[in-house]
């Protein structure tokens, strides 16, 4: 995700969700599941509270399920945000029917670029 900050545009409208996370890390050589929640959700990333440390930079495993949608959604990211606990997450190829189903569960709560 392009950081508002920096003055540039991202490139995927967010929306503001309340979901809950299961996300998976490596650490020390053994996988660690922890449960966090969202704030924001694109197509693209997600903003997240996660209750431990993940470096950034951290390949890491995302799993919620959408309004709508019986199904959990397992998708793998990068922390490319890190303050304190809230991380930014840059999803990595995302198929085609999960970026349909997060704009199909989240339109009409864009918030703004």
Known sequence: MNSSQSGTTRRWHR???????KVSVFQN??????????????????GAYIPC???????IVVAFTLSGFPNEISI????RNVEGFRYGLEFQR????????IVKSCS??????
């Open 76 to 79: 793998t990211a990068t922390v």
């Open 94 to 101: 995302v198929s085609e029917d999960v970026r349909v189903r």
């Open 53 to 59: 440390e993940i470096p950034l930079g951290t390949t």
């Open 29 to 46: 050589g053994k996988p660690t599941s922890v449960f966090g929640r969202s704030s924001s959700l694109s197509e693209g990333g997600m």
């Open 108 to 113: 009409g709560s864009a918030l703004p670029n």
């Open 15 to 21: 929306y503001p969700v309340e979901l809950r996370l």
